[in-house]
């Protein structure tokens, strides 16, 4: 469910940039087109890389290092879909070890 909002949320969102591209190169030309494309590709980039990670840690209680080492992991691991449950693996990974060692001190 949340995975399917995810995709609704990238595809309105490109629909939007879409559309002021359009605009853009529309009113102004291809140059202000491309300016649009660069602004939203950067702002998009710098909220999926580096803001989003930070509040998704922060959330679960990981490390941000340890979030970005999770997706590059899964991915090699499972592929594409690694990268989009590699925190859920982290954190199930981790739950499993504390409660493993919970068991092993009694």
């Not at 595809?11 to 939203?40: H, N, R």
């Amino acid at each position: 469910m949340r995975l399917g909002r995810r995709v609704m949320q990238y595809a309105a969102l490109s629909a939007v940039a879409g559309v002021f591209a359009l605009l853009a190169l529309l009113d102004g030309g291809w140059s202000e087109m491309l300016l649009v494309i660069a602004a939203y590709s950067i702002i998009n980039f710098i909220i999926q890389s580096l803001i989003q990670p930070k509040f998704v840690a922060d959330a679960v209680n990981i490390t941000l290092t340890l979030s970005f080492v999770s997706v590059i992991f899964w991915t090699f691991v499972i592929g594409p879909l690694g990268a989009i449950l590699a925190v859920p693996l982290t954190t199930a990974v981790l739950i499993n070890r504390a409660l493993r060692r919970r068991a092993d001190a009694r």
